[in-house]
Every structure is written in C-alpha cells, then in structure tokens.
C-alpha cells in the first residue's frame, strides 16, 4: 500500500529564507509524486510533479523538488521565502491504477 | 477554459437532514474525483469515476453517502442523514486520464457544517 508523510504540521521562516518542507512515501511501485498548495477557502493547486523523468522537478513560483528513492523523499524547495508563499501544502502520491493519496499536510507561514 | 466548479460553496444543515453537492467538471476530463477534506487533514478519496463508471468507492460510507455520475459529465455526491461528523469540506477535481497522465484540478470546495 502507498503512503505518504510529511514531516512537520507547521513551518515558519522568514521572508527572503529557505523554505524547506519534508515529504517521505511509501510505494512498492515506481510512484508518481505531486506536490500541491492549498490557499485559505480555495481548492488545491499543482506545484510540480514528478512522473519518472528528471529527479529534479521545477514548478510555479520558484518551488521545486527533488526526487531520492534511495531516501523515499520527495522534498519541496524555494530558496526565498515571500509573504504570498503563506499557505498549506500538500505532498501526494500516485499510481498506475490512478489513486491519489495526501499527506496530512505543512502549513507554512512567512515572517516579515 | 472555465475550471471546477461546485456549489454549494456552504452549507449549513441539522443532524439527520439530507444534502447534495454538485461538480461541474473541466470539459473533457473524463476522470472525477470526490475528495473529503477535515480541518487540518489532507484530501481522503471518496469515490473516482472513469467516465460514468464508478471504479473506486471502497472509501465511500455507503450507507449514508450515495454518488452518481451520469452521462459521465456532472456529479452529484448526497449525504442522506447528515451526522455531526460529517462536517467537512467535499472537495470535487477532475483530470484529463488520471494521475498517470497529468495533474488533477480542483474545486474551491463545498463546505459542510452538521449542526
């Protein structure tokens, strides 16, 4: 069975700091790994996602993320924070069979 | 391209009273998706349609909730008697093939309180 956990309900930086939010999965099978943001009252968006091609994987804003099987991570990345990065992010993981399962989810907040 | 929409967007009920959220999805995303979303928790899948079919339900408590996609377009997910936890956000998305192929877009969500 898949799974997914991400380390830390809550982390706050600074603006202009690195933003690093934790994602571990659980998959027998090559996994397709998403990472998604969720604004308040708002549905959730893509970041990025990874499908098997590079292990390096850049999204919108700035974020990206890098793919270590041999960590079963899937870590999210930007190198500055800004005030608009404020929200709930979620690490999610996939399989062929086309089931989507969500980590418990990092709330981000950014300082001035 | 017009996205997800889902009404209502809120809705407040006493126990043991029904109610129906609807999902319009994106033109020609023949996969649906209804998502439960309590405070603080991520997404939980309630049921995944392919086109009108209903191919993953094993998490929809069919007792009380009940789906239906017809003519493999619109989706009306019921709640028939609402209970005190079922207060949540239903979220609906929709895909063009699933995960395999491509990212799932998402509602702004329907947020249900049980009083």
């Known amino acids: 069975a898949q799974s997914v956990t991400q380390l830390g309900s809550h982390v706050s930086v600074s603006e202009g700091a690195l933003v690093l939010l934790r994602c571990n999965y659980s998959s027998s099978v090559p996994p397709y790994l998403f990472w998604y943001v969720q604004y308040p009252n708002q549905g959730l968006q893509l970041l990025l996602k990874?499908?098997?091609?590079?292990?390096l994987v850049k999204g919108i804003n700035g974020f990206e993320a890098e793919f270590k099987k041999s960590e079963t991570s899937f870590h999210l990345t930007k190198p500055s924070a800004h005030m608009s990065d404020a929200a709930e992010y979620f690490c999610?993981?996939?399989?062929?069979?086309?089931?989507?399962?969500f980590g418990q989810g990092t709330e981000l907040s950014v300082k001035p | 391209e017009a996205g997800v929409v889902q009404s209502p967007r809120y809705k407040i009920i006493e126990k043991k009273q029904p109610v129906a959220f609807w999902c319009n999805p994106i033109?020609?995303?023949?996969?649906l998706y209804w998502y439960l979303q309590n405070l603080g928790q991520g997404p939980e899948l309630l049921i995944r349609?392919?086109?009108?079919?209903?191919?993953?339900d094993s998490q929809l408590p069919k007792d009380r909730f009940s789906a239906e996609r017809l003519k493999g377009v619109d989706s009306t997910l019921k709640i028939q008697p609402a209970e005190l936890g079922d207060s949540a956000v239903y979220l609906c998305?929709?895909?063009?093939?699933?995960?395999?192929?491509?990212?799932?877009?998402f509602g702004e969500g329907s947020r249900l309180t049980v009083l």
């Open positions: 999610a993981v996939g399989n062929q069979g086309g089931k989507l399962i």
């Open positions: 033109s020609g995303h023949n996969t």
């Open positions: 349609y392919e086109n009108e079919e209903a191919v993953d």
């Open positions: 998305a929709s895909s063009r093939g699933g995960v395999r192929t491509g990212e799932l877009f």
């Open positions: 990874y499908t098997s091609a590079a292990t």
